[in-house]
């Protein structure tokens, strides 16, 4: 982490030199000579984005984009079980989520724990289940 925290150094010395060269130009006659001096100044001192880090980024957002729209051609019709009143909805796993196409997240009513099945209901606490002795 060091390294990072001197790099924001760098720059803050940086900024400070440029602002130290255009001190009171900025706005002196809106020359556009004295525009475009202040311009190439604070070009040089922001840091030029890494082209690998950039390159990467975008191959990987154009992948996603390639993955949504083959998603979007053969998706399936996926219907989402009507909740019976009284039922609790996470207690239902999301048909969407099971295809892989559910894009709510979080946000979800349904369950997206798999292991859904394998959970009983919730306990009554109001009712007594216990025998009434006869």
């Known amino acids: 982490m060091p ?4 790099a924001k150094a760098d720059v803050a010395k940086k900024q400070k030199v440029v602002e130290d060269k255009t001190f009171g130009l900025k706005n002196k006659n809106k020359s556009k000579a004295v525009q475009k001096y202040v311009q190439a100044l604070k070009q040089n001192v922001q ?17 996603k984009a390639r993955e949504r729209e083959l998603n979007e051609l053969f998706k399936v019709a ?7 009143p009284g039922v609790d909805p996470k207690s239902i796993l999301c048909e969407f989520f099971k295809a892989g196409q ?5 946000k979800c009513k349904f369950s ?3 292991n859904i099945q394998r959970k009983g209901e919730k ?9 009434n002795g006869d």
């Not at 559910?102 to 979080?106: A, I, P």
């Open 78 to 84: 996926v219907s989402q079980p009507k909740v019976p």
């Open 47 to 63: 840091p030029k984005p890494d082209p690998k880090k950039v390159d990467a980024k975008k191959k990987k957002e154009e992948e």
């Open 112 to 114: 997206h724990d798999l």
């Open 102 to 106: 559910c894009t709510k997240g979080f």
């Open 3 to 6: 390294p990072k925290q001197q």
């Open 123 to 131: 306990i009554d606490i109001y009712s007594d289940k216990r025998d």
